[in-house]
């Protein structure tokens, strides 16, 4: 019953650079529409493929309130500052996977706070032999540098791990898994530091 309820939830996945530019400006539509009718600013979740909708929604409009991502896939980049990800076996390979931005837009990533959560899946080393997609263990270095170069501009980004703070067997949805509820509590209390829960 659970696999049917999952199998129930999925899509075909059109994970392009246009599909995340049209999927970002619809939100951000959306968004806007929400606040206009006197509600306060979002906080916006995502998922995988979707976190990279959730980062660039931040790029076109100033309505977020806070982002939360669960192990999102793609990260970008300042253009001209796109760093390196050393893998296990001394070789390198890009951290970016989607378009970089100009410096100006990268920056309106810092007007809000992003919390970037990892379960205890995800690899030890940075294995080559794991490169292809889904590649956990590249992109939690991506994230890394990601949370990096928002906070360098002044923003508030951090990567949250779950086994670090005692939540403990949790899979690629930690929204969805049996220990949601500890997941939510270590989301509560990041939205209470940032005075998000009012």
């Not at 263990?137 to 086994?163: C, D, H, Q, T, W």
């Amino acid at each position: 019953e659970a696999l049917n309820q999952f199998f129930r939830v999925q899509y075909p996945e059109f994970n392009t650079p246009e599909n995340e530019q049209l999927e970002s400006s619809a939100l951000a539509v959306l968004l806007e529409e929400i606040y206009a009718e006197g509600r306060r600013k979002s906080i916006v979740f995502s998922h995988s493929s979707g976190g990279v909708r959730g980062f660039r929604t931040g790029l076109k409009t100033d309505k977020i309130a806070g982002h939360v991502s669960f192990e999102p896939a793609n990260a970008f980049f300042p253009e001209g500052e796109e760093p390196m990800i050393r893998l296990a076996d001394g070789s390198l390979v890009p951290a970016a996977n989607s378009p970089s931005v100009p410096v100006g837009e990268f920056r309106k990533l810092a007007r809000y706070p992003h919390l970037i959560i990892w379960g205890d899946n995800i690899p030890s080393e940075v294995d080559p032999a794991s490169t292809t997609e889904p590649a956990l263990s590249v992109r939690v270095e991506r994230f890394k540098l990601m949370a990096a170069a928002i906070n360098r501009y002044g923003g508030n980004a951090v990567n949250l791990y779950l086994p670090e703070e005692g939540v403990f067997g949790n899979t690629h949805y930690p929204f969805a898994d049996t220990n949601h509820t500890e997941v939510a509590d270590q989301i509560k209390r990041w939205m209470r530091r940032q005075r998000l829960d009012k």
